[in-house]
């Protein structure tokens, strides 16, 4: 018994859901322009207050800037048009790693990276922020030809954060940026940053 009907109906179904996707990203993307049109001055300035700060330690000389080198400062295109700017920094560290019954501590090569993306919100007067820490591994040839890998898959978990926050724009007051700046310059964790609490905690979409 062929089995069109069905096939008709979910690809019905299919296309309903996707139009209201479309839908809704294309209320997102209005919501956002009228908050970014409204607070465009808030934004733009926290954004190159962050900027700037980020330029005053690039300037700084070698030894001040240790452990972290540079923090690096972007601009990226989004679908959603959100004005979407993120700064990262990164540095390397040694971790005495479990590795097998026969041999149970060695010394691995990883890299820690540090990213703060920022974009206007589709509420009013609400800015996004994302914070993103993770522990890359970093990746070498064994004698036998492979990659060296770590086997404990508890590991990616527990070396990576991904926390995001909704900050209220009218309320920035610089305490904001240098925080932000402290952690990408390794000078505090990011559960020590003020608004690291769960009234500014947002869902991941």
């Known amino acids: 018994m062929s089995d069109w009907l069905e096939e008709a109906e979910g690809s019905i179904a299919f296309g309903n859901d996707h139009d209201r996707l479309d ?16 607070n465009q001055s808030l934004y733009d300035n926290f954004i190159q207050e962050l900027k700037s700060l980020s330029k005053r330690v690039n300037e700084l000389p070698a030894e001040y800037r240790e452990p ?14 959100n004005h979407l700017r993120y700064l ?9 790693m ?10 691995y090569n990883f890299k820690r ?9 589709s ?9 993103k820490e993770n522990m890359l591994l970093r990746v070498r040839m064994t004698r036998t030809g492979e990659n060296e890998r770590l086997k ?8 990576r954060k991904d926390y995001r926050f909704r900050l209220d724009l009218n309320k920035i007051n610089g305490n904001e940026s240098r925080d932000i700046l402290d952690w ?5 964790e990011m559960e020590e940053i003020q608004f690291f609490a769960g009234e500014y905690q947002v869902e991941s979409p």
């Open 184 to 188: 990408l310059a390794y000078k505090k």
């Open 88 to 96: 990262s920094s990164s540095t390397r560290i040694k971790k005495r």
């Open 68 to 81: 972290f080198g540079k923090i690096s400062f972007h601009v990226k295109d989004s679908k959603l048009n």
């Open 123 to 131: 509420e009013m007067g609400k800015i996004d922020v994302e914070l």
């Open 152 to 159: 404990d898959p508890r590991r990616k978990k527990k070396d």
């Open 23 to 38: 839908e809704k990203i294309r209320k997102k993307k209005e919501s956002i322009q009228e908050n970014y049109l409204a």
């Open 98 to 107: 479990f590795k097998s019954v026969f041999r149970f501590l060695k010394i």
């Open 113 to 121: 990276v540090r990213v703060a993306y920022f974009t206007v919100s």
